[in-house]
């Protein structure tokens, strides 16, 4: 069965510093990963994904994730970290079904607090 | 370009009751998908309609069902509910093929009391 893991469930980080959210998947066949954010009382915002193709994945709002197979991780990165970036972030990876239909299983979330 | 806009925001129902949340895709989508996401935890996958059919499903019991319309729009019904059933619900759209991304609503605040 397919599934992601993000082992912390707050990252805290100065605003101007580098940022890390980590994401673990075990998947079977190539994995389709996925990052979203989501706002207090808000949806869920797509910020980016990995299909194939480059390791590195550009986003939105700054966001940029690195695809690590040998280490079956995707972890989310930002250069610099604004105080607006304080948000909850999911990662996600894509469940086939029998039908060529297709869910988001996703983690447990990871809370990011970026103090001024 | 509309995203995926849901109905109602928030509402609040009694134990044993009856609700139906709304759903219209971003436009040009034709898949539909229907999470739910109790406090603290990650969206959990209920269903998914294609074609107005439910096309795959989730651990979640029959008193969750829906239904997919010819313009793509999508209902959640919930029957007999429970306190455990409060919830935010998330409705998502794609298109069918593989690798597309899903996009979110901003989703239905149900509090069961």
């Known amino acids: 069965a397919q599934s992601v893991a993000q082992p912390e469930d707050q990252v805290n980080v100065a605003e101007g510093n580098p940022l890390t959210v980590k994401c673990t998947y075990s998947?079977?066949?190539?994995?389709?990963l996925f990052w979203y954010v989501q706002y207090p009382n808000r949806g869920l915002q797509f910020l980016l994904k990995?299909?194939?193709?480059?390791?590195l994945v550009k986003g939105s709002y700054g966001f940029e994730a690195e695809f690590n197979k040998s280490q079956t991780s995707f972890h989310l990165k930002k250069p610099s970290a604004l105080v607006s970036d304080s948000a909850l972030y999911f990662c996600?990876?894509?469940?086939?079904?029998?039908?060529?239909?297709?869910?988001?299983?996703f983690g447990s979330g990871t809370r990011l607090l970026v103090r001024p | 370009d509309a995203g995926v806009t849901q109905s109602p925001t928030h509402l609040i129902k009694t134990r044993g009751q009856q609700v139906t949340l709304r759903c219209s895709p971003k436009s040009g989508h034709d898949t539909v998908s229907w999470y739910q996401q109790a406090l603290g935890q990650g969206p959990q996958f209920i269903f998914q309609y294609y074609e107005e059919e439910e096309r795959q499903r989730g651990n979640f019991p029959d008193r969750f069902s829906g239904h997919q319309f010819p313009n793509y729009s999508s209902e959640l019904n919930v029957n007999a509910l429970l306190l455990g059933d409060s919830a935010l619900y998330l409705c998502?759209?794609?298109?069918?093929?593989?690798?597309?991304?899903?996009?979110f609503g901003e989703g239905s605040w149900l509090t069961v009391v």
């Open positions: 998502a759209s794609s298109l069918r093929t593989v690798g597309n991304t899903i996009y």
């Open positions: 998947v079977s066949g190539n994995p389709y």
């Open positions: 996600a990876v894509r469940d086939k079904g029998l039908d060529s239909s297709y869910k988001l299983i």
């Open positions: 990995y299909i194939t193709g480059d390791n």
